[in-house]
């Protein structure tokens, strides 16, 4: 089996143990923070469930139809999750509010408090996992929902310190404040994953993505590799699509210049982080980039080499940088 649908089988089936958790937990308390953390965690298993059904496709992989794969299919799940969240997080606050106008009774707080320190715990370590597994599988459908339960940690925290204040201090309306923090956070996260969604869906640039990819340029750099520039990435779940404008020496023929990219191509590929293809247009150097050149001998040098430029996330996304650029 997939891990990445592994994981999402066990997100699943860890998120029906922990809604049951906080919704006994409430059926001895009656607390408003609590059932705003159950109503979180109703989320949490809906969010599951979409990712669970969507691993199926995502993992399929490119055809006719789909030649750069199935991956954005994820950013879908975790937009859908980001926009339950942020939902979730304002009936949350409509509730705490009237909790707050017209008072609770709470009960068997001492049992509410285990029951909320476990459900916390298994979270704790569900996120962690399913947070280790979806960096690792570049799966942001499973970074989404780690950020979402990691986040349901902190609302549980928020969740047991209220009621250890209605517990210490016996004043109710620590409850329902409670539930307005867990509202609050909510909100917030829930937006952040709708944001990071939404700007992979619409192929926003990626600050990790392209720290990455300057790394690998420079680590598989060969003589030959003049400057590497105007480079812009289609992110499809783990399968990233690469164009790039490659600089090589003019006096190259075609016979020369292509092996040479297709080999530097696959280097690159090997050792880039999660799947996906470089596709290089080749520019010829036009002796304007002769100091940065160490290509010898040279027919057409007309400045000695000084040194080669190492490459920058502004020197491959931004045009070309010539000799007369930095004379």
């Given at each position: 089996m997939d891990t990445s649908r592994k994981a999402s089988i066990i997100s699943f089936v860890a998120s029906l143990a922990i809604l049951g958790l906080k919704f006994f937990a409430y059926t001895q308390t009656g607390s408003t923070a609590i059932l705003s953390d159950a109503m979180e965690s109703i989320i949490n298993v809906l969010a599951a469930a979409v990712t669970l059904l969507l691993m199926k496709f995502v993992v399929a992989p490119a055809d006719d139809k789909h030649p750069y794969g199935h991956g954005k299919l994820e950013y879908f799940s975790a937009a859908f999750e980001g926009g339950l969240i942020t939902i979730a997080g304002?009936?949350?606050?409509?509730?705490?509010?009237?909790?707050?106008?017209?008072?609770?009774?709470?009960?068997?707080?001492?049992?509410?408090?285990?029951f909320v320190t476990l459900a916390a715990a298994g979270n704790l370590a569900l996120g962690l996992y399913i947070g280790r597994i979806g960096k690792r599988e570049r799966s942001e459908a499973l970074v989404a929902s780690a950020q979402h339960i990691l986040s349901d940690v902190w609302s549980t925290v928020g969740t047991f310190v209220g009621l250890a204040l209605v517990w210490i201090f016996e004043i109710p309306q620590f409850d329902a404040i409670a539930a307005l923090v867990i509202a609050g956070n909510l909100s917030y996260s829930g937006y952040k994953i709708f944001r990071r969604s939404t700007a992979a869906l619409i192929d926003e640039t990626d600050p990790n993505t392209l720290v990455h990819l300057t790394e690998t340029f420079n680590e598989n750099r060969r003589s030959g590799?003049?400057?590497?520039?105007?480079?812009?990435?289609?992110?499809?779940?783990?399968?990233?699509?690469?164009?790039?404008?490659?600089?090589?020496?003019?006096?190259?023929?075609?016979?020369?210049?292509?092996?040479?990219?297709?080999?530097?191509?696959?280097?690159?590929?090997?050792?880039?982080?999660?799947?996906?293809?470089?596709?290089?247009?080749?520019?010829?150097?036009?002796?304007?980039?002769?100091?940065?050149?160490?290509?010898?001998?040279?027919?057409?040098?007309?400045?000695?080499?000084?040194?080669?430029?190492?490459?920058?996330?502004?020197?491959?996304?931004?045009?070309?940088?010539?000799?007369?650029?930095?004379?």
């Open positions: 304002l009936v949350i606050a409509k509730e705490a509010i009237q909790a707050l106008w017209k008072g609770t009774v709470l009960h068997n707080l001492d049992t509410g408090l285990i590799v003049i400057d590497i520039h105007m480079t812009k990435v289609i992110r499809s779940g783990r399968f990233h699509h690469v164009d790039c404008h490659l600089v090589v020496p003019e006096f190259w023929s075609i016979a020369e210049a292509h092996p040479f990219t297709e080999s530097f191509e696959k280097d690159v590929i090997d050792s880039y982080e999660g799947d996906g293809e470089i596709n290089f247009h080749i520019d010829p150097c036009y002796r304007d980039f002769c100091s940065a050149c160490d290509v010898a001998p040279c027919p057409v040098r007309q400045k000695p080499f000084v040194t080669t430029r190492p490459f920058s996330i502004e020197s491959i996304t931004g045009p070309a940088m010539r000799d007369s650029d930095i004379s």
